[in-house]
Nanobody, 124 residues
Framework: VQLQASGGGLVQAGGSLRLSCAAS????????NGWFRQVPGKEREFVAA????????YYSDSVRGRFTISRDGAKNTVDLQMNSLKPEDTAVYYC??????????????????WGQGTLVTVSS
C-alpha cells in the first residue's frame, strides 16, 4: 500500500491550493480518508475526513468553511481544496486512510496508512 500526496507549494494569504492524494494497493472508497497537518515542534492535527460509507465529511473548526475534502472513486484519489488560506495554515499536510469509526476519525491512531506529506506555505 502506498499513498502519494501532492499539490503543496507557496501561496499568498487569501489564495487557494488543491492537494491530492493517490493510492496504490487499496481502494480509497473502502476506507475513511483523512488529511492531517503538522508544524515543526507541534503535534500532528486533524484537518478533514470523509467516511467510506455515505461520504459524510468532517472538518476541524479552524478550516471549516474554507477547506473541502472530496474523493474520486474512479481515479482513486482524495483531494483537499483549500481556499482563503491563512499564514497559520502553513504546515506539512498528510493524507491517511483507515477503517475508523465516527468517534475516532479525528485521531491519528484511527488511520493505518499514511502518505509522505506535502508542504504548504502561506505567506502574509
Amino acid at each position: 500500500v502506498q499513498l502519494q500526496a501532492s499539490g503543496g507549494g507557496l501561496v499568498q494569504a487569501g489564495g487557494s491550493l488543491r492537494l491530492s492524494c493517490a493510492a496504490s494497493g487499496l481502494m480509497f472508497r473502502s476506507y475513511t480518508n483523512g488529511w492531517f497537518r503538522q508544524v515543526p515542534g507541534k503535534e500532528r492535527e486533524f484537518v478533514a475526513a470523509i467516511r467510506s460509507s455515505g461520504g459524510n465529511t468532517y472538518y476541524s473548526d479552524s478550516v471549516r468553511g474554507r477547506f473541502t475534502i472530496s474523493r474520486d472513486g474512479a481515479k482513486n484519489t482524495v483531494d483537499l481544496q483549500m481556499n482563503s488560506l491563512k499564514p497559520e495554515d502553513t504546515a506539512v499536510y498528510y493524507c491517511a486512510a483507515g477503517r475508523s469509526i465516527l468517534s475516532t476519525l479525528r485521531q491519528e491512531s484511527a488511520y493505518h496508512y499514511w502518505g509522505q506529506g506535502t508542504l504548504v506555505t502561506v505567506s502574509s
